[in-house]
C-alpha cells in the first residue's frame, strides 16, 4: 500500500480550532505542492481522507483538483491534532485501496509515521504545513518513499515558504 501523509496548509487564526480556514499564504502552499504532485509519478491515491477541521478538508480539495485526481474525499475520524495514532492505522489493512492520503495535523502525523516507520509514537518526523510524506508498506512494516516540503519546491509562490 501507498500512503501519504499530508499536513495541511497555512491557516488563519480563530479562537474556534475546528472552523480555522487556509489563508492566502496556505492556498499557494496547496497550489505549488498540487504542481508538484502532478508531475509527480505514481501519485494518484484512490481515497483522499481528512479530518473534521476545515483547513483540512480544504486542503483536501484543493490538493484534488490541484493535482486532477478523481480520488474520493473522506471526512476520516481518527486524524485529528489529539488523537492516538494507534486509532487509524487498523484501517491501513484492508485490501482493495492500493493509495490513501491523510491530511491531517500535527502532533497526530509525526506520531502516526514514527509508529509505522519506527515502531514508537515518538515523533521522529518533522511536518510543516502542506508538506507530504510518501509511505509504502502493510502491516508492521513501512518505509519512508520520499518526503517533500513547500519550502523546497521551486518556482514563484517559493519566497512565500521561509524556513524560518
Not at 505514481?42 to 478523481?70: Q, Y
Not at 489529539?82 to 492505522?89: A, F, K, L, V
Not at 504545513?129 to 518556482?155: M, N
Amino acid at each position: 500500500m501507498l500512503l501519504y501523509l499530508i499536513r495541511h496548509a497555512h491557516a488563519l487564526d480563530d479562537e474556534n480550532d475546528a472552523r480555522r480556514i487556509l489563508s492566502e499564504r496556505g492556498r499557494a502552499q496547496t497550489r505549488a505542492m498540487a504542481g508538484f504532485l502532478r508531475a509527480t509519478p505514481g501519485f494518484a491515491p484512490a481515497e483522499i481522507w481528512h479530518s473534521t477541521l476545515v483547513r483540512a478538508r480544504e486542503t483536501a480539495e484543493l490538493l484534488a483538483a490541484g493535482v486532477k485526481l478523481p480520488a474520493r474525499l473522506i471526512e476520516t475520524p481518527g486524524l485529528r491534532p489529539e488523537d492516538s495514532p494507534g486509532r487509524i492505522t487498523p484501517r491501513f489493512d484492508h485490501p482493495g485501496v492500493a493509495s490513501v492520503a491523510l491530511v491531517g495535523h500535527e502532533p497526530h502525523l509525526s506520531a502516526l509515521a514514527s509508529l509505522l516507520v519506527a515502531q514508537t509514537p515518538e515523533p521522529r518526523f518533522l511536518f510543516p504545513q502542506c508538506a507530504v510524506l510518501a509511505l509504502e508498506g502493510a502491516a508492521s512494516y513501512w518505509q519512508v518513499r520520499w518526503h517533500i516540503s513547500p519550502d523546497l519546491l521551486p518556482g514563484p509562490d517559493a519566497r512565500l515558504f521561509p524556513t524560518g
